[in-house]
């Protein structure tokens, strides 16, 4: 009979195993097709500032120095985020590998592979958890840090790879903290259940002292390498962050879309729900271990971060998840005499991330190559731009990164920073990829977040040239009467018009070259006419029709 059920385990073990390859082979598919999202334009637009050397952000910008290869990639920024998000499932498939590990310490075998196939049930971490962002890189580390402490024998050895871990973390975002509350208890946990107390809590104390020199030196190496940061612009950074992101909504800011995780892998969810329930009930048993107990309800500490983060976003859970997963395994350890309902759970998750992937393949990047090609077609050589999120990174932004903080923070100050950066900056093209950019282009409306002196610099400076790429340029209405136009964008124009035209005294005929200053200019017609002033060396739009779909969708 015992060989009949270990029998049956190792089937089971084999379904689990080709689940798991299953969806990590679609996931990777994914890569190459599925749209960029605007913070992974950001995340790359990071790498080129500090290339340039313009970035000015020492905390959380530890990625930049890992990521410099991207430009011998391809001269296309998608095709440098795709190739990233390739060594990110890589990264994954070590955050899988930490989770077994540590799920391994608790649980049976075949339970520990069905909660890495719970992980990656859940739709927002199938779909996000290889994005090209922070959060797949700190999963990593803090997976890795959590396998440390739970399982290693804290040597050496481990304790030195647990403070890079650490460290290194905390320089790639400062939302590691949210594990802080998981790691005084696996520390607690090991100080009282280790045969040498005194021993291994001075092995602790040292491992502290070096993760925070480790932090520090690579901070301070961080600041000696921008020559634009500063240590004040941190503390604002992180005072700003703290009233932002913590608790600035309420409880529960991101309920919608904590439901909506939920949903997405429900199997996943019922699993570890199930798990909480048996860990609970294990508890009140006077044979239980209940330190170990206690452990596995640690393992969703990080969790709780939900309530007041508002920034819990569909691919923060991919970073907060791996160590909760653990509670499904539980689940499965405890059905585990029931093969057959757990490989039906199992088909389950891979049929309904397989609906989930075909969705997602609709969803592709197509738009958003096909305008980052044309504008670097019109302009070869990097120029400053202005758009939501840095969506060419190679080419320096002007602006501000018009996310929902971003915009808080700029309407709070209330600073025309828009209208400012063109009167210091050659400015000759904007992407319409932000909703604020599309009410003030395209709808002209009052609903823009954007401030009127910022939206009048757009609408009087820029002209649409195809789908979604508008690039410096005047619609003028003219006749005998002269008119005046402000102009924000210095440089050389083409005039397309049906006759000849005077502009600033000199007489131009369609198709001539016009050099515009900064500041006010004059224009006449002897007869009325609307003529066109574009910039450049006239520049024609594609003869293929300008794609329609948003740039940027949700997530």
Not at 40 to 61: H, I, M, N, W
Not at 219 to 227: F, H
Not at 256 to 281: E, P, Y
Not at 383 to 402: A, E, Q, T
């Amino acid at each position: 009979m015992l060989q009949g059920f270990q029998q049956q385990e190792k089937g089971l073990e084999r379904i689990l195993l080709c689940a798991i390859a299953i969806i990590l082979a679609l996931q990777l598919h994914l890569q190459f097709v599925q749209k960029i999202n605007w913070d992974e334009f950001y995340f790359l637009s990071l790498v080129y500032d500090y290339q340039r050397g313009d970035l000015a952000k020492p905390l959380q910008t530890a990625h930049v120095h890992f990521f410099g290869w991207l430009k011998y990639i391809s001269p296309n920024d998608v095709t440098q985020i795709i190739a990233a998000r390739v060594l990110m499932w890589v990264l994954q498939i070590g955050t899988l590998w930490f989770i077994f590990k540590t799920a391994r310490e608790f649980i049976s075998r075949s339970a520990a592979l069905f909660a890495v196939l719970s992980f990656l049930g859940f739709g927002f971490i199938f779909i996000h958890g290889t994005s090209f962002r922070a959060d797949p890189i700190a999963a990593f580390l803090m997976s890795w840090a959590v396998y440390l402490f739970t399982v290693s024998r804290l040597k050496l050895k481990s304790l030195a790879a647990l403070s890079v871990c650490l460290a290194l973390g905390a320089l790639v975002t400062i939302k590691v903290i949210f594990f802080a509350p998981l790691f005084a208890v696996l520390a607690i946990w090991r100080l009282f259940t280790s045969d040498n107390f005194k021993d291994l809590l001075v092995k602790f104390i040292v491992c502290a002292g070096v993760t925070a020199l480790l932090f520090a030196v690579g901070y301070i190496l961080q600041l000696s390498l921008m020559p634009k940061a500063a240590l004040s612009g941190s503390t604002e950074m992180i005072g700003n962050a703290g009233k932002t992101t913590l608790l600035s909504d309420g409880l529960f800011p991101r309920a919608a879309i904590i439901k909506q995780h939920l949903i997405l892998g429900l199997v996943s969810s019922f699993m570890l729900a199930l798990g909480f329930v048996f860990i609970l009930a294990d508890f009140v048993k006077p044979s239980a271990d209940k330190k170990k107990l206690l452990v596995l309800l640690a393992m969703g500490l990080p969790v709780l971060s939900l309530i007041f983060y508002r920034n819990a976003f569909p691919y923060y859970f991919a970073f907060i998840f791996p160590t909760i997963i653990l509670w499904a395994g539980v689940a499965a350890d405890r059905l585990k005499k029931m093969p057959l309902l757990l490989a039906l759970l199992a088909l389950f998750i891979v049929a309904n991330l397989g609906i989930q992937y075909k969705y997602r393949l609709s969803e592709n990047n197509q738009v958003q190559s096909a305008t980052l090609e044309e504008i670097q077609r019109v302009f070869p050589d990097p120029v400053h731009y202005i758009d939501r999120s840095s969506m060419m990174p190679s080419y320096p932004k002007s602006g501000f990164f018009m996310s929902s903080w971003g915009l808080q923070n700029y309407v709070r100050k209330g600073e025309p920073v828009i209208a400012q950066a063109m009167r210091d900056t050659v400015i000759p093209v904007v992407i319409e990829n932000s909703p604020e950019i599309n009410r003030t282009l395209i709808k002209s409306d009052r609903d823009s977040q954007l401030l009127a002196e910022d939206q009048i610099a757009l609408r009087e400076n820029y002209i649409q040239h195809w789908g979604h790429i508008w690039i410096a340029g005047k619609t003028l209405e003219l006749s005998p009467q002269a008119i005046t136009f402000n102009n924000l964008v210095p440089g050389q124009y083409t005039v397309e018009s049906d006759g000849d035209v005077t502009i600033n005294g000199k007489r131009y005929a369609a198709g001539d070259f016009i050099s515009l200053s900064r500041g006010p200019n004059s224009a006449k017609s002897e007869t009325r006419q609307n003529i066109v002033l574009r910039w450049g060396d006239n520049i024609q739009a594609p003869k293929v029709p300008a794609p329609t779909r948003p740039i940027f969708t949700n997530f």
